[in-house]
């Protein structure tokens, strides 16, 4: 595990920033050469040669063209499963690291919590993945079973609750995520049902390694946001030491924005408090710094798109 | 685009484009300019555009097609089709004398013998087609839908399955849907490579069509798992279609790579019979999860 211990004052990555040895992308290399892709066709644009696999740093920018690509190329839908096996099974550096968000993998931001004795999974878009967002979904979360069974033996049952809507492949779901599917809802989350039998926190928690792993730029700010909600974008500036202009424009790079991203802390952390039992408005609004329950019920429904009443009657199926 | 089969046709190209070539210049030759007031444009535009469809359908026959009887037939009478709209564009823009008149009588000439030749070439496509459909047995259902079918394995993929589902339930007749899964495939697919897996799944598939009946369909569903959709089958009979095939696997030598060390692989299987409860493509995840089930026993020794 290598660190950028010249300048530790960078612990995000943003689109653009160059990553040695990206084992998604070997991933991809090997999978476009096992089904015969024109790898000059694939690599088209990106700036990237065959042989720079290994040799050449690539970017999340970089990576993510690549995938799109891939999908465009490749007849096919089911690709994100098999890289996300190949990333478990040739022992890439996922590993430990596969729930934070390290260097090899920086386009997936992962919250553990532990609550009400079970483990839960939040997946966050830690660099702008855009409209590919849904199958980077798809390679973290078949990693991460994948790994999980390699090592135990036996298969990490999940309940998955993803934003995107019910995917026509669904079989693929099925199969390689488990039947615990549910489609529209308002975050990437997984429950892990079956954690103490796999030894699920010897595998993915219990390593301290990834707190010095650096996140990328939505995560890292994400992680700020979590810590003191109240962060303003300025502060958020001054703490990565550049000019609220230029934090602006980066995030717009990033296909965010600052409210957008505290309107999204908010609401994870209203919906963590919903699912750990926090039941009447009161508590909620209390636990979330909030005097005046009027103005929370608006700020709820701007996070949310719903009134804490309709968001409960929607999704109290959970 | 995919373009290899145009190079399987080096004599058809030089024909038809011979022939294009030859007619405007004959045209040209025979005839004289008409001045720019005399040229009815709407016509041109009219035949012209007649011209150009059939010169894209004729590259569509020779970029499509393999060589043979029915590409000849098909290229050819298209091709005379096409040498008479040339002429017909060519006399709007050229006047012929009283010596060349003959062309405009010539003109209409192709058009038919080529039509002639295009019904008797789709006459052997039809045939074709009902030799291609029973190549297809076991694979396809009554309907086709190319983009369905996986790149891998050359079957239809579990979104042809559930159209085909969905379809049957309207006419509810007995039948029993498996599911197949071959074990420890992940692991082959780390010690051999992918490209070995994908290999892999492709004899697995021939081997289950070779084990089908008739009426039986199969299809790739997710990762290493098959459906098979057993028509006028009970569950009883099933059983004993899918012990059989169970066997062929196993016995099978599988390679995968050029080396003559083989796999030997099992499989797994689950079946369901439909009934009124439980029928069409609801029956698909609770397979999925009879084999999930079965899995979490066996796969501690893997």
Known sequence: MWLWASDMANHWLERDSKLPDLPLAQAMLNLAQARGLNLHKWLRGSGLFPEDFGHKSISPEQLLLLIERLYKLLPGQDHSFVLGHQLAQHGFTLGKFALSSCPSQPLVYTQLQQYQGQWHGYFEDAIGCGAMWPVVLEIHLTAILAYAKLNSGQRLKIALACRHDRPRHIQDYEHYLGLQLQFQQPLDQVRFINADAIGFEQLFVSDSAHQQAKSGLLAWLQQQLEQQSDLRLEQLAHQLEISPATLKRKLKQHGSAYSKLQDKVNGRRAIQLLQQGCLTNELLAQQLGFADIANFRRAFKRWLGDTPQMFRAKYSAE | ?302
């Open chain 2, 1 to 302: 685009m995919n373009l290899s089969f145009l190079r399987l046709h080096p004599r058809l190209i030089t024909w038809v484009l011979t022939l294009a070539f030859g007619t405007v210049a004959m045209s040209v030759s025979c005839g004289d300019a008409k001045t720019w007031q005399q040229i009815d444009w709407l016509d041109v535009v009219g035949e012209g555009g007649i011209t150009l469809m059939a010169m894209v359908w004729l590259f569509f026959i020779l970029a499509s097609r393999p060589l043979g009887q029915v590409t000849n037939l098909l290229t050819i009478g298209l091709s005379c089709f096409m040498v008479t709209c040339l002429l017909d564009v060519m006399d709007e823009v050229m006047h012929y004398d009283q010596a060349h008149a003959w062309l405009y009588w010539v003109e209409s000439l192709p058009a038919p013998v080529g039509m002639i030749l295009m019904t008797i070439g789709l006459y052997y496509w039809h045939q074709e087609q009902l030799t291609l459909k029973s190549l297809m047995h076991k694979r396809e259902a009554d309907f086709r839908q190319h983009q369905m079918l996986d790149p891998i394995t050359r079957l239809y993929r579990a979104d042809y399955l559930r159209e085909l589902l969905g379809q049957m339930e309207q006419l509810a007749p007995p039948y029993c849907i498996a599911m197949v899964d071959i074990q420890n495939f992940g692991h082959i697919n780390q010690t051999h490579g992918l490209k070995a897996g994908d290999e892999l799944l492709r004899s697995v598939a021939d081997t289950i069509v070779l084990n089908l009946r008739q009426t039986d369909i199969a299809c790739r569903y997710a990762g290493d798992r098959f459906v098979l959709l057993l028509n006028q089958t009970k569950d009883s009979e099933a059983r004993v279609l899918l012990e059989h095939l169970r066997n062929a696997i196993n016995h099978q030598a599988f390679k995968p790579d050029q080396s003559l060390t083989g796999i030997h692989l099992d499989v797994r299987w689950k079946i369901r019979q439909a009934n009124d409860h439980l029928h069409g493509a609801a029956m698909l995840p609770s397979l999925q999860e009879a084999l999930d089930n079965t899995s979490t026993n066996v796969a501690v020794g893997l």
